[in-house]
């Protein structure tokens, strides 16, 4: 099994910047890709932005040019960078790491909320 812990969620201004981590601890699967999605409530659960695991990545339209999401496979940490956060950011923003075979495992959150 597969735990996902994140942390780096909080409250911050329009224009400001969040860092968001992810550690994944248990029985980790090579080969695994990781990402981050974000839901609010009544919406469905969107990507965000996703890192393959040798690296390549790929970003929801809305997160292009603000976002960078990385990984340190050494830490089996996947991060990513939230910069010029807007109000539309605000959401629960969920880690989420998709073994080979495409089995899905996700943390329980961490609360972003960019006020205007």
């Known amino acids: 099994q597969v735990q996902l812990v994140e942390s780096g969620g909080g409250l911050v201004q329009a224009g400001g910047s969040l860092r968001l981590s992810c550690v994944a601890s248990?029985?980790?699967?090579?080969?695994?890709?990781m990402g981050w999605y974000r839901q609010v409530p009544g919406k469905p659960r969107e990507l965000v932005a996703r890192?393959?695991?040798?690296?390549?990545?790929n970003y929801a339209e809305t997160a292009k040019g603000r976002f960078t999401i990385s990984r340190d496979n050494a830490k089996n940490t996947v991060y990513v960078q939230m910069n010029s956060l807007k109000p539309d950011d605000t959401a629960n923003y969920y880690c989420n790491l998709q073994t080979s075979d495409y089995k899905d495992y996700w943390g329980k959150g961490t609360l972003v909320t960019v006020s205007s």
């Open positions: 248990g029985i980790i699967p090579s080969g695994n890709a």
């Open positions: 890192i393959s695991p040798g690296g390549k990545t």
